[in-house]
T-cell receptor
């Protein structure tokens, strides 16, 4: 089956640096992607999403880039802070033949981001 | 956690016993989901609901059942718990299916240990 995965399981950065977390997806028919942040002992928290008709979307200190040609998704965090330390997941919404998938997201394994003061 | 509570937050039980986990939301969202999270597998969908009394299976539904008698409550039941069901369980809600006007928001999780 097709799945969403991550290139790097861990990423360590210094406070103030920019962070880039990558995600590869294999289902070219997927049309919606989400990034989640999960802190230890908590549930995943929505960060930002992007549709397949977009290449880039910006939020507060975060930017998601989508490259459909190579099926690659990235999350950029500007001026990374210690509070950004967490596991980051990408999730993919596979397009269904009937056009209704009731939000059955497929999640990647996650990347551990550690920010050093 | 977007008005979502899960109970209990932690539970230890023995193999063969029934277990029910509760998800309660105050957002009046139509869609509710149960996931389990395990090392090496990420988040996997167990069951979901697209309205009161309307539920369907997810990716890993064997050994689990659900019920939704009210908009605000979604119950997950393990009829006879097994050690393979030791996991962290997350409930999620959404107003619409992701990809439309909303996305999924997650509760704080329930850590279940089956001995």
């Amino acid at each position: 089956g097709e799945s969403v995965g991550l290139h790097l399981p861990t990423l360590s950065v210094q406070e103030g640096d920019n962070s880039i977390i990558n995600c590869a997806y294999s289902n070219s028919a997927s049309d919606y992607f989400i990034w989640y942040k999960q802190e230890s002992g908590k549930g995943p928290q929505f960060i930002i999403d992007i549709r397949s008709n977009m290449d880039k979307r910006q939020g507060q200190r975060v930017t998601v880039l989508l490259n459909k040609t190579v099926k690659h998704l990235s999350l950029q965090i500007a001026a990374t802070q210690p509070g950004d330390s967490a596991v980051y997941f990408c999730a993919e919404l596979p397009a269904s033949a009937g056009g209704t998938s009731y939000g059955k997201l497929t999640f990647g394994q996650g990347t551990i981001l550690t920010v050093h003061p | 956690d977007a008005g979502i509570t899960q109970s209990p937050r932690h539970k230890v039980t023995e193999t063969g016993t029934p277990v029910t986990l509760r998800c309660h939301q105050t957002e009046n969202h139509r869609y509710m989901y149960w996931y389990r999270q395990d090392p090496g597998h990420g988040l996997r969908l167990i069951h979901y609901s697209y309205g009161v009394k309307d539920t369907d299976k997810g990716e890993v539904s064997d050994g689990y059942s659900v019920s939704r008698s009210k908009t605000e409550d979604f119950l997950l039941t393990l009829e006879s718990a097994t050690s393979s069901q030791t996991s962290v369980y997350f409930c999620a809600i959404s107003r619409e299916p992701p990809g439309r006007t909303d996305t999924q928001y997650f509760g704080p999780g329930t850590r279940l240990t089956v001995l």
